[in-house]
């Protein structure tokens, strides 16, 4: 008797719904089973396939080496299969139609945007609508197919599929404002410099976060202008208007061209990666998947650039 043979099918998708909530009970949530059973299923795979796939703390759940590989080599087995289901169940009604997401407006720029020629290419069948927005949403009440947001900010009981690697938060400003102010050598010395304020999607202004583990620190920073959209806030740094909070991937091209300079580098936050978010409950378009594929391959692309 074979390996796959032992293994029961019903374990190996409790298992990959674990790794993409990110935790037993949302798993079970999910599979609207008990989290007894989600574990119960866990240790049964554990043991057929003698190897311990799971660290467990009493705050989280993380893959161990063999686990990822497991996941990532499962996960577009199990895509197939509900593509395939999907396309038996509904013909045309899920390869065409229309796919709508929401995302924040540097997930847009960042992802979507260099994704859509090859979309377009790869599903010409498939509308789709792009919604951007930095509001948080329900996305199921307001009629999505998927959301894009940080880790941190998908709700519990969702599929979320990364899409990136972990993403840098700095602190930059064009020359002539550093020529003439001077560049901040630690965190401190923000509260003596004129500072660009971040609004989040919820009207809150936005803590600088610096520094990691026991280092980090959120910093009020003084500023008279409060700007919500990046393209903006970018604009008012090149223009030499104060110190401004950036994704280090949304500034690359101004960082390139040294219309803005990094300042407090090895302060730089380091934050949860992009992630595509879905609800479990309800059938998926299967042109998702395409489109969650093009940007990842996209994302490690710019890796090697």
Known sequence: MSLFDSVELADLRVFVTIVRTRSFKAAAIQLGVTPSAVSHAMRRLEARLAT???????????????????????????????????????????????????????????????????????????????????????????????????????????????????????????????????????????AHHTCIQLLLGDNSSYKWELGRGRAKRQIRVPGAITINDTATSIAAAKSGMGLAYFLEQRIAAELDEGSLQLVLADHAFKAEPFHMYYSGRRHNHPALRKLVNIIRVQQSLSKLR
Not at 63 to 68: A, K, L, M, P, S
Not at 140 to 157: C, F, K, M, Q, T
Not at 159 to 164: E, G, K, N
Not at 165 to 178: D, E, I, K
């Open 52 to 190: 311990k796939l799971f660290n467990r703390s009493s705050r989280a759940v993380t893959t161990t080496d063999v686990g990822r590989d497991l996941a990532l080599r499962l996960e577009d087995g199990f895509d197939k299969i509900g593509l395939a289901l999907a396309e038996l169940d509904a013909p045309g009604a899920g390869r065409y139609g229309e796919l709508r997401i929401n995302v924040f407006a540097d997930a847009a720029h960042l992802l979507i945007a260099p994704a859509i020629p090859e979309f377009a290419r790869l599903c010409p069948e498939v509308r789709l609508t792009v919604v951007v927005e930095d509001r948080p949403i329900d996305i199921v009440a307001e009629g999505y197919d998927a959301g894009i947001r940080y880790g941190h900010h998908v709700p519990e009981d969702m599929v979320a599929v990364p899409l990136s690697g972990a993403q840098r938060w700095v602190v930059a400003a064009a020359p002539a404002y550093l020529a003439k102010f001077g560049a901040p050598l630690q965190p401190d010395d923000l």
